[in-house]
């Protein structure tokens, strides 16, 4: 084997290798992320209901987002592995129900499955494919149900004011564990409970304490606004 044979062929093991730890796990937790609907469709964008008809009032799915200790996150980690919607064909009917699109215009919220996958999803590809994804995330929100948690504490979606701390503690008595919160604002400029974040280890097996919290933008009381 010729000196140049045997350089190209280390390198080309080197390229392999590489290609490999780039499909490796490559972050620390995920984030999962649940909207409050109400707040989605109070804003001055408003919002379209699905072609299946208005959701019911409920928090919904956003997101399972792959995250590193610092806050930062990695995304569209693999152009080559687009989302296929018959690899979850088993799985629709719940995704309608617990993981819609309200963006406008009205849709079958394929797109919005589409942008979670190719976003995040491809960087979870270590410990979930497609199928895993979509079903890991329906079965944490039915661990987590945060408006079961508010309405035990007497949080209700009523348009009324809250105090932020309560929420979160109402949130953690009922599921367990300290959730961030995001806000948005109305067309009046109230800030209003908008989403939810809980942290999920990074085999995707369970819930965790949070490493880092997101930037929230809430007052010390937000509104929580009907649906």
Wanted: some cysteine; charged content about 20%.
């Amino acid at each position: 084997m010729s000196s140049f044979t045997r350089f190209v062929l280390i390198n080309l093991v080197i390229f392999q290798c590489l290609s490999l730890l780039c499909l490796a796990q490559d972050f620390d937790f995920f984030y999962f992320v649940q909207s409050w609907p109400g707040s989605y469709c109070d804003t001055g964008r408003s919002c379209c209901y699905p072609r299946a008809g208005k959701p019911s009032a409920d928090f919904k799915i956003h997101g399972l987002w792959p995250n590193y200790n610092d806050g930062t996150y990695p995304s569209n980690c693999d152009s080559s592995n687009p989302f296929d919607r018959t690899q979850i064909s088993d799985l629709v009917s719940s995704m309608q129900r617990n993981w819609p699109s309200l963006a406008c215009p009205s849709s079958d919220s394929t797109k919005f499955w589409a942008h979670e996958w190719d976003k995040h999803g491809t960087c979870a590809e270590s410990v979930l494919d497609q199928h895993g994804y979509f079903e890991t995330s329906l079965k944490l929100k039915s661990q987590a149900n945060i408006l079961q948690a508010l309405e035990t504490a007497g949080i209700n979606p009523d348009g009324s004011y809250y105090s932020l701390d309560k929420i979160k503690s109402a949130i953690e008595e009922g599921v367990g564990y300290r959730p961030g919160i995001t806000c948005n604002v109305d067309d009046s400029g109230n800030r209003q409970l908008y989403e939810v974040y809980l942290c999920v280890d990074s085999s995707a097996s369970g819930f965790i304490n949070c490493p880092i919290f997101p930037s929230g933008q809430c007052g010390s009381t937000v509104e929580f606004p009907k649906f």
